[in-house]
């Protein structure tokens, strides 16, 4: 299955936007749903956004209508396009594929 690897994470203020990238290998994102998670400081890891091959999306209520997760089947990566940032936004936002985890990138979202 190889790995996955997260980018793009950083320190945005407050309506702002980020674009995280998600990189996994062509055989992970065509047999596997693609999910990203996030991790709050002492919060449980909650689900975020998930798209599968042929491009069905779910997104969780909490950022329905500011997060966009998309395909891109040239690089195989998963984007996911946040914007109206909010500070309880702010976590760590993991990529999960099948068994395989990323390891992470931070979103802080100051107010």
């Known amino acids: 299955q190889g790995q996955i690897v997260e980018s793009g994470g950083g320190l945005v203020q407050s309506g702002g936007s980020l674009r995280l990238s998600c990189a996994a290998s062509q055989s992970t994102i065509t047999h596997y749903p693609i999910y990203w998670y996030r991790q709050a400081p002492g919060k449980q890891r909650e689900w975020v956004a998930r798209?599968?091959?042929?491009?069905?999306?779910e997104y969780a209520d909490a950022v329905k209508g500011r997060f966009t997760i998309s395909n891109d089947l040239v690089a195989w990566r998963v984007n996911l396009q946040m914007n109206h940032l909010k500070p309880e936004d702010t976590a760590v936002y993991f990529c999960n594929g099948g068994s395989l985890w990323g390891q992470g990138t931070q979103v802080t979202v100051s107010s």
């Open positions: 798209i599968d091959y042929g491009g069905t999306k």
